[in-house]
């Protein structure tokens, strides 16, 4: 078994339309698909690719950032 995530669409007449190359070793033919839907949490016009060094000077962590968190004292000791 394997698996997918991919988008889907559904046309205007009820069909379901899913574009995308299927995985690697995956023989031609028949196949049993399961499919669930769930809505995009996120739709923008153009893909936002996060890239390290983007915000300088623009984030700032508190001093005491790496020091231990109170609520993980107990599992520290």
């Known amino acids: 078994m394997k698996t ?5 669409e559904v046309d205007e007449k009820g069909w379901l339309n899913i574009h995308t190359p299927a995985p690697p070793g995956i023989i031609p ?3 049993e698909v399961v499919v669930v839907f769930s809505p995009l949490i996120l739709r923008t ?3 936002i690719h996060p890239q390290a060094g983007t915000l300088p000077e ?4 508190s001093t ?12 520290a000791e």
Request: net charge negative; proline share 7%; charged share 25%.
């Open 4 to 8: 997918l995530a991919t988008e889907a």
């Open 29 to 31: 033919g028949k196949l």
């Open 45 to 47: 016009a153009t893909p």
């Open 58 to 61: 623009k984030v700032e962590l």
């Open 64 to 75: 005491d950032f790496h020091a231990p968190l109170e609520d993980f004292q107990a599992y």
